[in-house]
């Protein structure tokens, strides 16, 4: 990984569009369960299907989940917000649409706090989070000359985090996905298992020179791990230098990262949002918000990472590397604390148990 802000010269940027799986026991419109590890299509609704004439129901735990993640990253939780069909053709989409938030999104602004390796912060700024349904699933390696479809994972709720295009090098925007992680976590929005899909990455990288105009940016699609994040994002950063040093243009296009070579390659040229020719969904009413459902799940958020670790060091005088650690896990926080407090002395335990914790029981 790499934290130089000047690669050769060219600064890198780098903005994440975050898949979150919203932890529910039903789908966002349907009552099917969410659970994994199912036979395929055994968790699959008329709806799911997109039988003619059903219906979308919305999943008012799904939709506090978001809010919450809103609140959560200091973002505005808008009271009106609403549903688009994004129409295209795929075999594992059955009603030929994904509906997605395309012009009113629930959450808009917000941002993250990192920590640098020369130990400064960083904030990185969010654009917007919406709510939009998962796709099924195609299965191309069970048959030699057929491609099977598994609906299960159709109209799964999902939260699409989108940063600005803050972050300038792979550590940074690795950094960013553990801190986004760690909060999903501690508020219970996502599992954030990563193996199993639950939280997966797009990454949009460009280069250009300082004080020019961003260049063109390769977007790398569904990254499943935080490793796989870092090395694709250094692969990027090298072959978009050499490209353009070579006086080849960088298309603005989809790529896939292949965690066996290491390399990414090129999956389509990237569509513009016209092509998939969105409009509001007919059958959903906009999602209007009280000020008071908004007020209540801010009064029971629990306390973060950040204001927790910023309590450690403040109360019991850990140092940042080590209270970062405590607080990473919420389990483990929450371990620390109950063992500090049941000691006779926690001001003075505090330091040691800290250590105790960090060696002998790690
Ligand atoms: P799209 O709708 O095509 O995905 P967006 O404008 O919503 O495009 O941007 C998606 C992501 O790409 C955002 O996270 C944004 O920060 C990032 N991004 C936009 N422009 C650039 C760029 N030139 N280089 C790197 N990332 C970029
Ligand atoms: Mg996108």
Redesign the pocket.
């Known amino acids: 990984m790499n934290n130089n802000n000047l690669v050769k010269g060219w600064e890198v940027?780098?903005?994440?569009?975050v898949h979150a799986q919203i932890s529910t026991k039903s789908k966002l419109f349907s009552s099917s369960p969410t659970e994994f590890g199912a036979d395929p299509n055994e968790h699959v609704s008329f709806y799911d299907a997109a039988m003619p004439g059903m219906l979308p129901v919305l999943n008012t735990y799904a939709v506090d989940q978001a809010i919450k993640t809103g609140i959560a990253i200091n973002g505005t939780v808008n009271k009106i917000s609403r549903f688009d069909r994004k129409n295209y053709f795929y075999p594992d989409l059955p009603s030929g649409y994904q509906i997605t938030q395309m012009f009113f999104p629930i959450i808009t602004g917000g941002y993250i706090d990192i920590i640098l390796q020369d130990g400064s912060n960083k904030r990185l700024n969010i654009?917007h989070i919406h709510m939009e349904q998962d796709a099924g699933k195609s299965v191309h390696d069970m048959s030699p000359c057929y491609s099977y479809i598994d609906l299960n994972r159709a109209g799964i709720p999902l939260m699409e985090i989108?940063?600005?295009?803050?972050m300038r090098s792979s550590y940074e925007a690795v950094q960013y996905v553990k801190s986004l992680r760690n909060i999903l976590k501690y508020i219970g929005a996502c599992d954030c298992n990563m193996e199993k899909g639950n939280l997966r990455v797009?990454a949009?990288?460009?280069i250009h020179k300082p004080n020019t105009p961003?260049?063109?940016?390769a977007?790398i699609k569904n990254i499943n791990s935080t490793k796989f994040l870092g090395d694709a994002l250094d692969y990027e950063i090298q072959r978009q230098i050499m490209e353009t040093e070579a006086g080849n243009k960088i298309r603005q296009e989809t790529r896939l990262f292949d965690a066996h070579t290491g390399e990414t390659r090129t999956m389509r040229s990237?569509e513009?949002?016209d092509e998939y020719r969105y409009f509001p969904d007919p059958d959903l009413k906009p999602l209007i918000l009280e000020q008071s459902r908004i007020a209540k799940i801010k009064s029971e958020l629990p306390e973060l990472p950040d204001a927790k670790k910023k309590r450690y060091i403040n109360d019991y005088k850990l140092t940042d590397f080590d209270a970062s650690i405590l607080v990473e896990d919420k389990v483990v926080a929450d371990y620390y604390e109950k063992a500090v407090n049941a000691s006779k002395t926690p001001n003075e335990s505090a330091k040691l148990i800290a250590n105790w914790i960090l060696g002998e029981l790690f």
Do not use: T
């Open positions: 940027i780098i903005g994440l569009e654009h989108v940063s600005e295009p803050d797009d949009n990288i460009s961003f260049g063109n940016r977007e990237k513009d949002a």
